[in-house]
């Protein structure tokens, strides 16, 4: 659940909101005819549900959808009980507000219909892109940690979710997957940035020789704040433009 609750909270603002009704409802179709599982929060649960969007009919300004699964998320829609449904379209994670409406009966399965959406959330391909930073950039990235010495190292790449750091290992206690980092702070283009985050991946030491070695760090960014994201997602594209213009200069 924490982790549907953490990309609604990304996903369901208006930076991602698609609000042309053609739009959506071309988006709608796509995750009905891709067959995509939909992930459903339902008020009052702390637990995540399941379901599959079966139809979309928008002239009847309605959706149709299996019931949840586990069947005890049914119980948690009374009629007109909201509900969040996130699923993926075209690979990219898309999700909106609804309501249900009604139960009944689709080709012989118990089925909800509820209410067409208002509008769609959909996030941006290139918020996943990453891209190879420049060194002037970004400056020495700062790895707080909770009763261990501070780390420092490189950003190597950079995306709107996370970023690889090249650092040498700690001396005091190891660095493992999934450790919390109350602090990543560092500098991208003369701007002070900073988030928590949890450490996705250590890479083995190329050198079994040397304690020191560098390494390489994958994080993920936690519960990022609007300017931080904004900031990073901003220099992203740009650079993802600037690789692209340099690799097309390479064949003129």
């Excluded at 739009?23 to 702390?46: D, F, N, T």
């Excluded at 493992?176 to 030491?205: I, K, Y």
Aim: aromatic share 8%; glycine share 6%; proline share 4%.
């Amino acid at each position: 659940m924490a982790m549907t609750s953490e990309l609604a909270a990304r996903l369901f603002r208006d930076d991602y909101r698609v609000a042309s009704a053609n739009k959506v409802e071309h988006m709608l179709r796509r995750i009905a005819e891709q067959r995509e599982p939909l992930r459903v929060i339902a008020p009052g649960s702390s637990e995540e549900f399941t379901s599959m969007l079966l139809h979309v009919d928008r002239a009847a300004n309605s959706l149709v959808i299996d019931e949840l699964n586990p069947d005890r998320g049914n119980a948690l829609l009374e009629s007109g009980a909201p509900l969040h449904a996130l699923g993926r379209c075209d690979g990219v994670w898309a999700g909106f507000a609804s309501r249900k409406l009604e139960s009944l009966q689709w080709e012989g399965y118990g089925a909800l219909r509820i209410a067409y959406p208002d509008a769609l959330h959909h996030l941006q391909r290139r918020s996943f892109f990453r891209v190879l930073v420049s060194a002037s950039d970004v400056g020495e990235v700062e790895l707080q940690r909770r009763g261990a010495r501070p780390l420092f190292g490189q950003c190597h790449d950079l995306s709107a979710t996370g970023m690889r750091v090249q650092f040498r290992a700690p001396t005091d206690y190891t660095l493992s997957e999934g450790e919390l980092l109350p602090v990543v702070r560092f500098r991208l283009t003369g701007f002070e940035l900073t988030a928590e985050a949890q450490v996705r991946f250590v890479s083995a030491a190329r050198s079994s020789r040397l304690r020191d070695a560098p390494r390489t760090l994958g994080l993920r960014f936690l519960n990022m704040h609007a300017a931080f994201e904004q900031r990073i997602l901003a220099y992203v594209q740009r650079r993802d433009r600037e690789l692209l213009r340099d690799s097309g200069r390479m064949f003129e």
